[in-house]
Nanobody, 134 residues
Framework: QVQLVESGGGLAQPGGSLRLSCVAS????????TGWFRQAPGKEREGIAC???????YYVDSLKGRFTISRDNAKSTVYLQMDNLNPEDPGLYYC????????????????????????????WGQGTQVTISS
């Protein structure tokens, strides 16, 4: 059974940092594209950062330079380092994985494709809340 468990959300000050973690189980983690989606208050869930099986990354343009996604296949964990947080960043942050597995690596562009839709065959974590306040 695929399971994704996020942690690391909470309250941060403007300009501060948070690091989200997501531990995966129930599947071969290193063979799957994984990433982070965000749902801001009153908005639809959107993909913000995805990482492919060869560590190729994709970021939504508005977050480039502030957020960094990484993965540790030995720990079946994906991380999202969020720096210089601002009032546009609050929301529920969801870890996800594309259920399509690739061997040895996903083709170029798959991370971008995965991050571009919520309609894929994905498994989702329960979400972790991020709040920004001074």
């Amino acid at each position: 059974q695929v399971q994704l468990v996020e942690s690391g959300g909470g309250l941060a000050q403007p300009g501060g940092s948070l690091r989200l973690s997501c531990v995966a189980s129930g599947f071969r983690f290193d063979a799957h594209v994984t990433g982070w989606f965000r749902q801001a208050p009153g908005k639809e869930r959107e993909g913000i950062a995805c990482i492919s099986t060869d560590d190729t990354t994709y970021y939504v343009d508005s977050l480039k330079g502030r957020f960094t996604i990484s993965r540790d296949n030995a720990k079946s964990t994906v991380y999202l380092q969020m720096d210089n947080l601002n009032p546009e960043d609050p929301g529920l942050y969801y870890c996800m994985t594309d259920l399509a597995g690739w061997s040895p690596y996903a083709p170029p562009g798959v991370a971008r494709t995965v991050c571009s839709t919520t309609k894929g065959a994905y498994s989702w974590g329960q979400g972790t809340q991020v709040t920004i306040s001074s």
